[in-house]
């Protein structure tokens, strides 16, 4: 049987066994947010833009926004749902994506004279990556 001393010291050497494990309230066993995100995702942001020149002279040219989303597919032929973003009226676009390789593909809206040809985009653990693109415009 344990005396008063020998049990205060038995108590005490578990309280810090426990402590010292984490079981209690410690860091150790609470998940941060990047142990809970192995795999944060990275964004993709940039401008999408066309120019159309009539004649011989620069100054008849100009500059339109495309007008549709981008769409972001692991293959280039891939069929199915893929994450897309939305082109604004000022040609600015942005997503997020998990990181690797994607496919970006233009998926034209109505009224549309800006041509983007699709493009293999490296996507790169929490960065933000900057894409502008200067399509071509059909009308050209």
């Known amino acids: 049987m344990l005396t008063g001393h020998h049990w205060r010291r038995s108590v005490i050497t578990v ?5 010292a494990s984490g079981c209690l309230g410690g860091s150790a066993s609470v998940p941060t947010a990047a142990s809970s ?3 944060a995702p990275g964004i993709v942001e940039g401008r999408v833009l066309g ?3 009539g004649g011989l002279v620069q100054s008849s040219c100009f500059t339109t926004a495309y007008r549709g989303r981008l769409v972001f597919c692991r293959t280039m032929n891939q069929i199915g749902p ?5 082109v604004d009226a000022t040609g600015h676009y942005r997503i997020s994506l998990h990181p690797g390789r994607w496919a970006m593909i233009a998926a034209p809206g109505r009224g549309n004279i800006v041509f983007v040809k ?4 490296s996507v790169g653990m929490g960065q933000t990556r900057v894409l502008d693109i200067d399509g071509a415009s059909q009308m050209r």
Not at 15 to 19: D, S
């Open 15 to 19: 309280v810090i066994a426990v402590t």
């Open 37 to 39: 995100q192995p795999h």
């Open 51 to 53: 120019s159309a020149c």
């Open 82 to 86: 893929c994450p897309s973003a939305r």
């Open 118 to 121: 699709p493009r293999w985009v």
